[in-house]
């Protein structure tokens, strides 16, 4: 038979499998310090629905603290990124430390205008290096779901 003109069967996926590979997770594509490059963590941080969800669940998280009224708290935001959760922390008169695996987006949080906390460059899936009691209270949006997949840390 000809090659040109020979048929092929279609590839048939189950739907659940088609789906995920339609919208896999980025953390089953790579390390956060890896996959959130320059190109990836500008993307993130300029994207409208993605900012207004980040703000929407920093604010509940800061609710859900019960923090004092009218008292200005330390908190830690863990997997702060370009630091727009952060923002909302500062919104709800707090005080914030960020910490992030990925360096372009602690890039891009320094460089915000209105990012006022301090930053660090931390693996949370090793631990966070500050003496317990440090902070008033903790949130982390949109970062716990990285260390539900195994990664080898990138060197």
């Known amino acids: ?8 069967t279609p ?16 953390e089953h594509t790579a390390p956060a310090e890896r996959f959130y490059n320059k190109r990836e963590a ?6 409208g629905r993605l900012v207004q969800i980040q703000r ?4 509940r998280a800061v609710e859900l603290l019960n923090l004092p009224k009218g008292k200005s708290c330390l ?16 919104r709800e008169g707090h005080v914030w430390f960020g910490c992030d695996i990925s360096r372009a987006m602690l890039e891009l949080a320094k460089n915000r205008s209105s990012s006022k906390g301090d930053l660090a460059e931390v693996d949370m899936g090793v631990g966070i290096p500050c003496r317990s009691g ?3 209270g903790a949130i982390s949006i949109s970062a716990v779901q990285w260390l539900c997949v195994k990664q080898t840390p990138s060197k």
């Open 1 to 8: 038979t000809n090659p040109r003109t020979r048929r092929t």
């Open 11 to 26: 590839l048939l996926l189950p739907a659940a499998l088609l789906l995920d590979l339609i919208m896999s997770r980025p």
């Open 42 to 47: 500008h993307k993130y941080t300029e994207s």
């Open 56 to 59: 929407s669940m920093a604010k």
């Open 75 to 90: 908190l830690l935001d863990i997997g702060c990124g370009s630091a727009i959760s952060s923002e909302q922390i500062s």
């Open 134 to 136: 440090s902070f008033d």
